[in-house]
């Protein structure tokens, strides 16, 4: 029951830069993770980055030093910033959400993506 609405992609050249943004609304107590995966056609759904609330990041291998994660708790935001891209990096880009709408269970949520087209 969590609404996940990102922003930020579009076209972009190699060498260049982007800011993806997600913000999460809806029925939240708390929120653990938040985060970015994308996926590639014809590819797996993979990690991009994560933070925890707690501020524990984790990254993919093929972005790390290029992408930094950010994320605002009070606002229930999350940002990825991205350089270097590179045509390789060319993928629909989820946000993703790791909450808790009762103290009995906690849920995943997922944005409907965002397109991120790295080409000259």
């Known amino acids: 029951q969590v609404q996940l609405v990102e922003s930020g992609g579009g076209l972009v050249q190699p060498g260049g830069s982007l800011r993806l943004s997600c913000a999460a609304s809806?029925?939240?107590?708390?929120?653990?993770?938040m985060g970015w995966y994308r996926q590639a056609p014809g590819k797996e759904r993979e990690l991009v980055a994560t933070i925890a609330s707690g501020g524990n990041l984790k990254y993919g291998d093929s972005v790390k030093g290029r992408f930094t994660i950010s994320r605002d708790n009070a606002k229930n935001t999350v940002d990825l910033q991205m350089n270097s891209l590179t045509p390789e990096d060319t993928a629909v880009y989820y946000c993703?959400?790791?909450?808790?709408?009762?103290?009995?269970?906690?849920?995943?949520?997922w944005g409907q993506g965002t397109q991120v087209t790295v080409s000259s």
């Open positions: 993703y959400c790791r909450h808790r709408e009762s103290w009995f269970s906690e849920y995943d949520a």
């Open positions: 809806g029925s939240i107590l708390s929120i653990n993770v």
